[in-house]
T-cell receptor
Framework: QQQVKQSPQSLIVQKGGISIINCAYENTAFDYFPWYQQFPGKGPALLIAIRPDVSEKKEGRFTISFNKSAKQFSLHIMDSQPGDSATYFCVPTGNQFYFGTGTSLTVIP | KAGVTQTPRYLIKTRGQQVTLSCSPI?????VSWYQQTPGQGLQFLFEYFSETQRNKGNFPGRFSGRQFSNSRSEMNVSTLELGDSALYLC??????????FGPGTRLLVL
């Protein structure tokens, strides 16, 4: 059973545009919903995270939207920049955690 | 606090050999997870250790094994290396149910 479905697999966005990455999960026991960002040759690093008691969290240009009933959460990158070009992973977490398959984002200048 | 450290950072081995990688977690973190990352397969979960016990395991052959010591440091072992084992091996530590912090990884090349 696939615990986490992340989409799209890859995304190309113009500079200044909005990037949206989605994550759907199965396990209702997850209680922590982070997004990680990974640059080539580096380990993933926490970008932004949300707890299920709120439906949205914004940090600068990055926003998580959380829909508990639909078991989905998404990452929105506003005013996307070439420096945002990286791979993004959703990692719903509880007593266990599951990495999404990753989304390769390319922001074109 | 010091971050997650992994040793060695780079390693070259030949087919059939075995290798041991080491990971020192952030102080106070009792959960250590290992991942393999390749261009073709992406980031794949190997296993997770918590309090010296393997708590979760990915879909890898038995050639891949690990252990965790009482100080939470962890080692991963790959026996009978194959060319396809060439990858970046990442270690991450966390408090239970919290953010995972990744180390810089060990890049393994199997010739």
């Amino acid at each position: 059973q696939q615990q986490v479905k992340q989409s799209p697999q890859s995304l190309i966005v113009q500079k200044g545009g909005i990037s949206i990455i989605n994550c759907a999960y199965e396990n209702t026991a997850f209680d922590y919903f982070p997004w990680y960002q990974q640059f080539p040759g580096k380990g993933p690093a926490l970008l932004i995270a949300i707890r299920p008691d709120v439906s949205e969290k914004k940090e600068g240009r990055f926003t998580i939207s959380f829909n508990k009933s639909a078991k989905q959460f998404s990452l929105h990158i506003m005013d996307s920049q070439p420096g945002d070009s990286a791979t993004y992973f959703c990692v719903p977490t509880g007593n266990q955690f599951y990495f999404g398959t990753g989304t390769s984002l390319t922001v074109i200048p | 606090k010091a971050g997650v450290t992994q040793t060695p950072r780079y390693l070259i081995k030949t087919r059939g050999q075995q290798v041991t990688l080491s990971c020192s977690p952030i102080s106070g973190h009792r959960s250590v997870s290992w991942y393999q990352q390749t261009p073709g397969q992406g980031l794949q979960f190997l296993f997770e250790y918590f309090s010296e016990t393997q708590r979760n395991k990915g879909n890898f052959p038995g050639r891949f094994s690990g252990r965790q010591f009482s100080n939470s440091r962890s080692e991963m072992n790959v026996s009978t290396l194959e060319l396809g084992d060439s990858a970046l091996y990442l270690c991450a530590s966390s408090a239970v149910g919290e953010t995972q912090y990744f180390g810089p990884g060990t890049r393994l090349l199997v010739l």
